[in-house]
């Protein structure tokens, strides 16, 4: 039987990798799968919650963030192609203006 | 212990892989990496009793988000744009402290207890009032004063009422009247790791002078294998009983006693019961040692309307074997069928599926319409030409001049290079015919 605080801090640790990939790597399609990461970190401390407390409803909000996370995926890569389009790059350090 | 082994593995591998989808420089083995992450908080979720969402993290994040980023991936061509800039030099040895104080923090808070594990809620119990006396005739059902149902006749059940743990009394009064036929007070606990906590308190026995007796059963309404049913019989007969089945009409040596000596006032569990069981041929007897044959036994009540006595799939049944009065005083005795769904399996699909049907349904609709939206915007996001307005469109088909409407049906352009006059082309002589 592992503790729930296993669970949690594997999920802390998921959660720090996906921020510091957010923090340090340019590459904009980098940056969503590191977003993608830190959900998923915190869907895993959702479940592990879940099984401690014996309520679906933890089950139920992982359910959703995963539908919420594929809207945003679709949307953001979509907003990547139009970028990549005007400005041949991908690098988000070159998108900090506001123009067209 | 396995449990912690696996853990450890499993958990490993799910931080080598963020690691190495944070250093890969090529963003394809990156998004590789990541799914073998994903394939690990599956696995994960699978040790924490949710194989629903085991399945989902697979079919929806490690398929079909993925294919998603691969795809993107290889469509720009981006798996190597990015060299680091030197904008930011600031940003990475900040990003690494904050984590790393980020990561002291929640480590210190989770491993010294600050996080709330305590114990579940408990579940409030559930009761249900079986009315069994024959002798009693319709009563009303209180618990702790509070009325339950009314006018239950012998025979009949309440429905399941959630109820405050802890010492509860139950009165049964005669119908429409304020005098108790039996009261009893029973004990009933909260729980706080089933999924659904029942009980049963079965009114029986009795006679004209004497007043029931009401037994508490506990309802195990937790998962059936699948297919099946839990069947459990309470004996509120005056006498012992056998479970019979009888087979074939005809054949003698195909009897069996499926539960043999039920006394009153007990319960017995039968072992899951397959749902294409028919119980024809099932019948309750009376007991007597002394008899060769099965057959040769008193048949107290047959099981053979099949209208009544059905086994129902993923069902726990209650079965209380009662009595009934006939017009000449005399007792026969009677069967109460009591089918409940059985309550679905944490973090199974169908318990999923409750819960996202019923209370968060309006939430799930609104996941539903977000990812139309998002549909509708990539769309919109990613179409190539510039929108370009209707209305100016026709006006300058209308502001057409004539000369170029004239080209368009002739063919030439009318208008010649040296003088801006419009002139018809030289009628070309017609080839003469043969």
């Known amino acids: ?100 | 212990m396995t449990e912690v082994i696996l853990f450890i593995i499993v958990g490993g591998i799910a931080i080598t892989a963020a690691v190495m989808m944070l250093l890969s420089e090529n963003a394809v083995h990156s998004a590789l990496f990541l799914i073998v992450n994903f394939a690990c908080v599956a696995f994960l979720y699978l040790m924490l009793d949710a194989p629903f969402l085991a399945m989902m993290q697979i079919a929806v994040y490690a398929g079909a988000i993925m294919v998603l980023f691969l795809f993107v991936i290889m469509l720009l061509g981006a798996e190597k744009l990015t060299e680091p800039t030197k904008q930011f030099r600031w940003l990475a040895p900040l990003a690494l402290a904050l984590s790393a104080a980020f990561l002291l923090i929640a480590g210190v808070a989770i491993t010294s207890g600050q996080i709330d594990l305590s114990s579940p809620n408990e579940r409030p119990p559930m009761l249900r009032i079986v009315h069994a006396a024959p002798y009693a005739g319709p009563v009303d059902v209180y618990a702790n004063g509070e009325l339950l149902a009314s006018n239950v006749t012998a025979g009949k059940s309440t429905d399941f009422h959630a109820l405050a743990a802890g010492d509860t009394e139950i009165a049964l009064n005669i119908a429409g009247t304020s005098t108790a036929a039996v009261t009893t007070t029973v004990s009933l606990p909260g729980d706080n790791t089933k999924q659904a906590n029942g009980f049963t308190a079965i009114a029986y026995g009795g006679d004209a002078s004497t007043p029931p007796q009401v037994a508490l059963v506990q309802d195990n309404l937790e998962t059936v294998p699948v297919r099946t049913a839990r069947v459990s019989i309470f004996n509120g007969y005056p006498e012992a009983i056998n479970l019979v089945d009888f087979g074939s009409e005809t054949d003698p040596s195909d009897d069996k006693i499926i539960v043999g000596d039920i006394q009153p006032g007990a319960t017995v569990e039968l072992p899951p019961v397959n749902q294409d069981t028919s119980l024809r041929a099932w019948a309750f007897t009376s007991v007597n040692s002394a008899a060769e044959n099965l057959s040769d036994l008193n048949v107290l009540a047959r099981l053979n309307n099949p209208d009544v006595f059905t086994i129902k799939r993923d069902s726990a049944e209650l079965m209380v074997v009662g009595a009934e009065q006939l017009l000449d005083g005399t007792l026969r005795a009677a069967v109460i069928p009591l089918v409940n769904d059985a309550v679905a399996s944490f973090g199974g699909p169908s318990s999923i599926a409750q819960l996202l049907f019923t209370r968060y349904l309006l939430p799930f609709q609104l996941i539903a319409v977000l990812l139309l939206a998002a549909m509708v915007g990539a769309i919109v996001l990613t179409h190539k030409e510039s929108f370009v307005p209707r209305r100016r469109d026709v006006r300058r088909k209308v502001a057409k001049p004539l000369t170029s409407a004239i080209t368009d049906q002739v063919g030439h352009d009318v208008l010649t290079p040296d003088d801006r006059t419009p002139k018809l082309p030289e009628k070309q002589p017609e080839p003469s015919g043969d």
């Open chain 1, 1 to 100: 039987m592992v503790q729930t605080e296993a669970f949690v801090m594997l999920s802390a640790v998921l959660f720090i990798l996906g921020a510091m990939g957010v923090l340090l790597r340019r590459n904009a399609i980098l940056l969503f799968m590191s977003v993608e990461l830190m959900l998923n970190a915190a869907n895993l401390a959702l479940v592990a919650f879940a099984k401690q407390w014996n309520q679906a409803e933890g089950h139920l909000f992982v359910f959703f963030v995963m539908a919420v996370a594929a809207a945003e995926v679709a949307i953001g890569l979509a907003l990547i192609v139009a970028i990549f389009r005007t400005k041949q790059s991908i690098n988000i350090d070159e998108m900090h203006k506001m123009e067209g």
